[in-house]
């Protein structure tokens, strides 16, 4: 009988699970995004971080040799309960200061090295491997500069060649944003929607080293 082969979750190699010396080498302004939980609907500025892992390689396919790479999307927030002021600051092994905050550059991040713990999360039937937790590199460990290309794409200083080098789905997200359409000269005007006040975005600056 002729029967279906168990499904495949993906068609690229799984980021392994556990505790990995990684590097960060990309930063994407996603822009405002519509986001709806639990049958509420508000506008986020979102940006998203990428990690390669420094010492774990992909050995299948076309990026054979390559370093695994997880990627996790923030909201762009000030809050000190937002995941990405958490994951920063377990980033830093220390609390941001007042003077701090407005003032932190998200580019300093570039080429800077962590300690990632990787998750295998089961949903719908698929596994994913998501971020659990970022740590300062413990003392005596170093990581590497990332093979990957660093990319910082800013919708703020908005550079067209680093937009067109994104992936389509990338590129499709930020096209939805308010930010990208006033570029463009398009309308983008969403009713009944309210901004997240709750969330003030740090200013981006290159004032503070990391």
């Known amino acids: ?20 010396v990684a590097v960060c080498y990309r930063a994407i302004d996603l822009g405002t995004q519509l986001i709806e939980w639990k049958g509420t609907k ?6 998203m971080l990428s990690w390669e892992l420094c010492d774990e390689f992909m050995k299948e396919g076309k990026n054979e040799g390559l370093p695994f790479s997880i990627h996790k999307r923030y909201t762009f927030s000030s809050s000190e309960k937002s995941t990405l002021i958490k994951d920063l600051e377990g980033w830093r092994g220390r609390a941001f ?8 550059s998200i580019q300093v991040l570039m080429g800077i090295g962590c300690m990632l713990s990787v998750v295998h999360v089961e949903r719908d039937g698929k596994t994913y491997a998501n971020i659990g937790s970022i740590m300062k590199l413990p003392k005596g460990v170093t990581s590497k ?8 794409f ?6 067209q060649k680093t937009y067109d080098e994104l992936s389509d789905s990338l590129k499709a997200t930020i096209a939805l944003s308010p930010e990208y359409q006033e570029l463009k000269g398009m309308n ?6 309210t901004d997240d006040a709750h969330d003030p975005a740090p200013e981006i ?6």
């Not at 508000?42 to 940006?47: D, E, G």
């Open 42 to 47: 508000k506008k986020q500025r979102k940006i």
């Open 154 to 159: 800013d919708l703020t200083k908005f550079d």
């Open 145 to 152: 500069a990332p093979i990957n290309p660093i990319v910082c």
């Open 97 to 104: 200061t007042k003077e701090e905050y407005g003032k932190f």
């Open 188 to 193: 983008n005007h969403s009713p009944n929607v």
């Open 1 to 20: 009988m002729l029967t279906l082969p168990p499904q495949n979750n993906a068609d690229f190699e799984l980021t392994p699970a556990g505790s990995h």
């Open 205 to 210: 600056t290159e004032e503070i080293p990391f």
